[in-house]
C-alpha cells in the first residue's frame, strides 16, 4: 500500500488536525519555512498540500494586499477546514481541491511554490515536481521540507501502536515519516528540472503538552483513529504509558520538550 493510500483524512480527522497536531507540531515550523522562503511583498505563492492551511496563511500576510496565495490539497476535509478558519491579514487565499501531480493551474502563474511536509504523500513525486516547476516563472523560487528521520516522539509512538494495537497501525502511523533521503531529494529536483538545488537540515525544539492527554488526541487527529476507537481505556493506557516511558528523558515539568529535524530543499526555476 502506497503512503498516499495509508494516509487519509476521513471523517472528524480534519478538524482534530487543526485543532491538535497544528499549534504544538506544524505551526513552529511553519513560521521558520516561510522564513526560509524569503517571500517578498506582491509575489504570488502556491501551497502544494497546504492542509489546513497553516503556511498558507503566514504566506498571506508576508506577501500583503497587493500578493496572491492559493492553497491547494487532496483531501477535501482539509480543504473545508482551511475554508473556514479566519482569513489573516494579507493577501487573499484561494482553496482548491486539487491533486499535486495534476494541479489543473496555468503554466508560469506562480513567483514561489511552497511544500511542507507534503511530498513523501505524492504517488509520483517526480511527476508533481514538474507540476510544481511548470506553474513557476521564470526566476521563480520552490521551498519544500520533509522529515529527516521519523522522531523520536513518533517513533516511540509508532512502537506502542504496533506493540498494544497491531503492526498495521504502527505502520500506518508512522507512514508520513517514510521521506526520500537528501540525495533522492536532490536528483528528483534536478530531474524535474530545478536549478540551484540546496538541501539543509532545520533543527527545532518541539514542546508537546502533557503526554496522557496529547497522544489520545494526536491519534484522533490522524488516520489511524479508527484503530484507537476500538480499543478499550486499558489498551490506551498502556500506549500512553510506553509512550511517556520512553519520552521521560524529554520532560520540562508541564509536557516534553525534543528535538526534531527536517530537511529543507529551495531551488530555483531559470
Same mark, same amino acid.
Given at each position: 500500500?502506497?503512503?498516499? %493510500?495509508?494516509?487519509?483524512?476521513?471523517?472528524?480527522?480534519?478538524?482534530?488536525?487543526? /485543532?491538535?497536531?497544528?499549534?504544538? +507540531?506544524?505551526?513552529?515550523?511553519? =513560521?521558520?519555512?516561510?522564513?526560509?522562503?524569503?517571500?517578498?511583498?506582491?509575489?504570488?505563492?502556491?501551497?502544494?498540500?497546504?492542509?489546513?492551511?497553516?503556511?498558507?496563511? +503566514?504566506?498571506?500576510?508576508?506577501?500583503?494586499?497587493?500578493?496572491?496565495?492559493?492553497?491547494? $490539497?487532496?483531501?477535501?476535509?482539509? +480543504?473545508?477546514?482551511?475554508?473556514?478558519?479566519?482569513?489573516?491579514?494579507?493577501?487573499?487565499?484561494?482553496?482548491?481541491?486539487?491533486?499535486?501531480? *495534476?494541479?489543473?493551474?496555468?503554466?508560469?502563474?506562480? $513567483?514561489?511554490?511552497?511544500?511542507?511536509?507534503?511530498?513523501?504523500?505524492?504517488? $509520483?513525486?517526480?511527476?508533481?515536481?514538474?507540476?510544481?516547476?511548470? !506553474?513557476?516563472?521564470?526566476?521563480? /523560487?520552490?521551498?519544500?521540507?520533509?522529515? *529527516?528521520?521519523?522522531?523520536?516522539? *513518533?517513533?516511540?509512538?509508532?512502537?506502542?501502536?504496533? /506493540?498494544?494495537?497491531? *503492526?498495521? =497501525?504502527?505502520?500506518?502511523?508512522?507512514?508520513?515519516?517514510?521521506?526520500?533521503?537528501?540525495?533522492?531529494?536532490?536528483?528528483?529536483?534536478?530531474?524535474?528540472?530545478?536549478?540551484?538545488?540546496?538541501?539543509?537540515?532545520?533543527?527545532?525544539?518541539?514542546?508537546?503538552?502533557?503526554?496522557?492527554?496529547?497522544?489520545? $488526541?494526536?491519534? =484522533?487527529?490522524?488516520?489511524?483513529?479508527?484503530?484507537? =476507537? %476500538?480499543?478499550?481505556?486499558?489498551?490506551?493506557?498502556? +500506549?500512553?504509558?510506553?509512550?511517556?516511558?520512553?519520552?521521560?528523558?524529554? %520532560?520540562?515539568?508541564?509536557?516534553?520538550?525534543?528535538?526534531?529535524?527536517?530537511?529543507?530543499?529551495?531551488?530555483? !526555476? /531559470?
Amino acid at each position: 500500500m502506497s503512503t498516499s %493510500a495509508q494516509w487519509r483524512f476521513v471523517g472528524n480527522v480534519p478538524e482534530n488536525y487543526e /485543532r491538535r497536531l497544528v499549534p504544538s +507540531i506544524f505551526a513552529p515550523w511553519a =513560521a521558520e519555512f516561510v522564513e526560509l522562503a524569503a517571500l517578498r511583498p506582491g509575489e504570488r505563492v502556491l501551497d502544494v498540500a497546504c492542509g489546513t492551511g497553516v503556511v498558507a496563511r +503566514i504566506a498571506a500576510q508576508r506577501v500583503g494586499p497587493g500578493g496572491r496565495v492559493v492553497g491547494v $490539497d487532496l483531501n477535501p476535509g482539509m +480543504i473545508d477546514v482551511a475554508g473556514s478558519l479566519p482569513t489573516p491579514v494579507g493577501a487573499p487565499i484561494e482553496w482548491l481541491e486539487r491533486s499535486a501531480v *495534476n494541479l489543473l493551474l496555468p503554466d508560469a502563474s506562480f $513567483d514561489v511554490v511552497l511544500c511542507q511536509q507534503g511530498l513523501q504523500f505524492f504517488p $509520483d513525486k517526480l511527476v508533481a515536481l514538474w507540476e510544481m516547476r511548470r !506553474v513557476l516563472v521564470h526566476g521563480g /523560487r520552490l521551498a519544500l521540507s520533509v522529515w *529527516n528521520s521519523t522522531g523520536l516522539y *513518533n517513533a516511540a509512538l509508532g512502537e506502542a501502536l504496533a /506493540r498494544f494495537v497491531g *503492526n498495521e =497501525a504502527g505502520t500506518k502511523f508512522c507512514a508520513s515519516r517514510q521521506v526520500p533521503a537528501k540525495e533522492d531529494l536532490q536528483r528528483l529536483a534536478t530531474e524535474a528540472g530545478f536549478c540551484d538545488v540546496e538541501v539543509r537540515v532545520n533543527r527545532l525544539d518541539i514542546h508537546l503538552p502533557r503526554l496522557i492527554g496529547f497522544i489520545l $488526541d494526536h491519534l =484522533a487527529a490522524t488516520p489511524v483513529a479508527p484503530f484507537i =476507537a %476500538a480499543t478499550g481505556p486499558e489498551v490506551r493506557k498502556q +500506549i500512553g504509558a510506553s509512550v511517556m516511558k520512553q519520552m521521560q528523558r524529554y %520532560a520540562d515539568g508541564d509536557g516534553v520538550t525534543y528535538p526534531e529535524e527536517t530537511h529543507v530543499m529551495t531551488a530555483q !526555476v /531559470r
